[in-house]
């Protein structure tokens, strides 16, 4: 081999070297979809980057898989942003403008939902929000969320203002339906007193946070109007495909994850 030849191998290898490298870290600050059905702007095993949307049809439905275990599932008819995902502070901040998701939090990771009418965080639980024209719905199925009005912060600042939640403990999947209603004890800053449930419309102010435990129901208002309710899951599960589909993921998710 010349000296010539040689000298492009060694650039030509570390060249591969260096792509490498950078690919490996790169994946890890991604977002990778991990299943497609029906009509959606993304295909399986596509990485999905901050600032990336995702869009389904009337029939579509994704699921996003992130590095740090945390799962989330786009419904039908839904645009979503992935504004930031930050394994190494244990964040992810995703944007809803139209339809709904489901998330799966594992205990540990901050995942911070934001709407048009509220932003909702968690610690460790499982949750949907679906969101309109004139109003955001958040049902907590397992552990508890805190919500607040919609705060169009710069990342950075939204996170360094979030409640100070503790995680919930961890539960194991129900076969049939979830369980039934659990009370969690959180601490959530600025609220002076837990709110379990609110009778009518309730004024939520930019800085107050509200604690939806298992197995209740908030819907935001545009004026920052609150209303709390208990939800009977075993009912939403048998009316709703889209949740018996999501309760049928996430068992197959937790039994895989302890083999």
């Known amino acids: 081999m010349t000296k010539r030849h040689l000298n492009w191998a060694i650039f030509l290898l570390f060249l591969s070297c ?13 977002a990778r979809v991990s299943y497609v059905s029906g ?14 949307w995702i869009r389904t049809g009337s029939n579509g439905r ?99 203002g979030l409640p100070n939640l503790k995680e919930p403990p961890q539960t194991e999947p129900q076969t049939g339906a979830f369980s039934a209603p659990t009370e969690v004890k959180l601490d959530v800053r600025e ?15 930019q800085d107050q946070w509200l604690e939806i435990v298992k197995n209740q129901e908030i819907t935001m208002q545009a004026n920052g109007e609150a209303s709390i309710r208990q939800i009977d899951p075993k009912a939403l599960v048998q009316s709703d495909e889209w949740l018996r589909w999501n309760q049928s993921m996430d068992q197959t998710f937790m039994s895989q994850s302890q083999e």
């Open 18 to 30: 260096t792509l490498m490298s950078a690919r490996t870290v790169a994946i890890s600050q991604y």
């Open 39 to 52: 009509k959606a702007n993304v295909k399986p095993a596509q990485l999905v980057s901050p600032g990336n």
């Open 62 to 160: 994704v699921v996003l898989a992130f590095s740090n275990g945390h799962r989330l599932r786009v419904g039908p008819a839904s645009h979503i942003k992935l504004v930031a995902y930050k394994p190494q502070n244990k964040q992810t901040l995703v944007q809803v403008d139209k339809g709904k998701i489901w998330n799966r939090v594992k205990p540990g990771h901050r995942v911070v939902v934001r709407t048009r009418h509220s932003t909702a965080t968690v610690l460790g639980t499982a949750y949907q929000v679906s969101t309109e024209n004139t109003l955001t719905r958040t049902q907590v199925f397992d552990g508890s969320v805190g919500v607040t009005q919609s705060e169009n912060k710069p990342e950075n600042e939204l996170f360094l």
């Open 191 to 205: 609220v002076p007193l837990t709110v379990k449930a609110v009778p009518g419309p309730y004024a939520v102010s």
